[in-house]
């Protein structure tokens, strides 16, 4: 992204400590997903070299001696000509470019060869088909949403009595988790929206670990990484198990300032839980350690950024970002998810990655499964399917009337053969709505 820190730098005089923040080409024509790379060896710049003349170097990320060299200088605007990848905001160039005088100053701890991960793992291998309809799946999603809460109670009970959790049947549940979702992923995805343990902790691992799996399969990762991301969903906050029970499911925006110190603690304390596990996944340590990071250096707890973070990583931070502001609390109702999704697009300019939230936006569709939305006719429904090729019309159940009083009996629809209504409106939806809008509990008219 080009901004007021950035120079244009030819390919031939890269050095190691930049943070090359574009390209003279879309990003999407190279093979960095991943839009941010920082320079540590020779072999990132060999490839840089495979495809790009010049790149554009970001002066406020790069290593503080890089920042020191160049400071002098005045970035060059860019090409008026640079070609803009598809779905990548790119914003005018302003017209001083000098070098921020907070670069100097930026620090971040060197990065390791092993926290410099390959972003390889999100090229797509293969194209999931719905083996079912959402509604054939309902009963072995139910099944795989039971055994997951059951499986947080052990844990939950392991942790308290200092006894060895069972990783292999911690496998095993997000393993009936991910068949579920590979067969059709809006049956988990709707249990885990409308679903509840009872306990706000648990059924937010449960979304996550939900979310983490559809957005893999959206993005055609193979059987087995679903798996470590799927497991990473369900682990990724145990840290706050050992939080005081007042604030484990408390959001960022309502905690007291001292609660957010202590809140930030669940990073330590899940490091610590998950390194006594004898066979989780290296990608499940990284969820757990990173997902509160951000691209920028300006997350928790090392200020990493860019291609120091894993991708599943990033994805993560994504997620709990989306769930973080799409749930409300009692008297702070969340967002809409038209909202929640301009939101995190935001956020991409502050620390998330712009292309993963575009596909994340895209996995989870404009009307999300489980979500309230109102009709042209005045009356209620929940999302219950999407349609894959036809996102605005999805399949839905209508649950309340133009007066927003239950229907005794609700409604299916599938938006693309529905019709008119009765009085010869043909159906529409018009509005998305938050969750508890009009005080409407979705649970009791679908589970």
């Not at 409106?425 to 008219?445: E, F, M, R, T, W």
Request: proline letters at 6%.
């Amino acid at each position: 992204m080009i901004s007021n820190s950035t120079i244009e730098v030819s390919v031939n005089d890269l050095q190691l400590g930049m943070f090359v923040s574009d390209l003279d080409r879309p990003w999407l024509e190279t093979p960095y997903l991943i839009q941010g790379i920082l320079i540590q060896s020779q072999h990132d710049i060999d490839e840089l070299k495979r495809y790009c003349i010049h790149v554009y170097v970001d002066m406020d990320r790069s290593e503080p001696f890089i920042a020191q060299q160049h400071a002098p200088h005045a970035a060059a605007p860019p090409d008026s000509s640079l070609q803009q990848s598809p779905g990548l905001h790119r914003p005018m160039p302003h017209t001083d470019s000098r070098i921020s005088s907070s670069a100097s100053s930026w620090h971040h701890p060197p990065a390791s060869a092993q926290e410099t991960e390959s972003l390889d793992v999100l090229r797509r291998v293969q194209t999931y088909a719905d083996i079912c309809t959402a509604e054939q799946e309902i009963p072995a999603a139910e099944k795989a949403y039971n055994i997951a809460s059951a499986l947080f109670n052990d844990i939950n009970f392991n942790l308290e009595h200092e006894i060895k959790i069972d990783m292999q049947k911690a496998h095993e549940v997000v393993d009936t988790l991910c068949e579920s979702v590979i067969r059709n992923p809006d049956a988990a995805i709707l249990l885990a929206q409308l679903k509840t343990t009872g306990k706000a902790l648990y059924d937010n691992a449960i979304k996550t670990s939900v979310h983490l799996l559809a957005f893999g399969r959206h993005l055609g990762l193979p059987r087995k990484e679903l798996s470590i991301l799927g497991l990473g969903g369900l682990l990724m906050d145990i840290g706050k198990l050992r939080l005081p029970k007042a604030i484990q499911a408390k959001r960022n925006m309502s905690l007291t300032p001292d609660e957010r110190k202590l809140m930030k603690r669940h990073i330590a304390y899940g490091e610590e839980i998950a390194s006594q596990l004898s066979n989780a996944p290296e990608e499940v340590i990284k969820i757990i350690l990173q997902h509160h990071e951000r691209e920028n250096g300006n997350g928790y707890p090392f200020g990493l950024y860019a291609n120091q973070l894993h991708a599943y990583s990033r994805m993560a931070a994504i997620v709990d970002c989306y769930e973080e502001i799409i749930w409300g609390e009692s008297g702070m109702p969340g967002m809409k998810p038209f909202q929640a999704l301009k939101e995190l697009k935001e956020n991409a300019h502050n620390g998330l990655n712009y292309t993963l939230v575009e596909q994340f936006a895209q996995c989870v569709g404009m009307f999300p499964v489980g979500s309230l939305v109102e009709l042209n006719t005045g009356e209620i429904a929940i999302v219950l399917t999407h349609n894959r090729t036809q996102r605005f019309l999805p399949c839905i159940m209508i649950i309340c009337d133009a007066g927003k009083k239950p229907y005794s009996t609700p409604l299916t629809l599938d938006l693309r053969t529905a019709g008119a209504n009765p009085n010869g409106i043909q159906y529409a939806i018009v509005n998305d709505l938050p969750q508890g809008a009009y005080g409407i509990d979705p649970q009791k008219y679908y589970l």
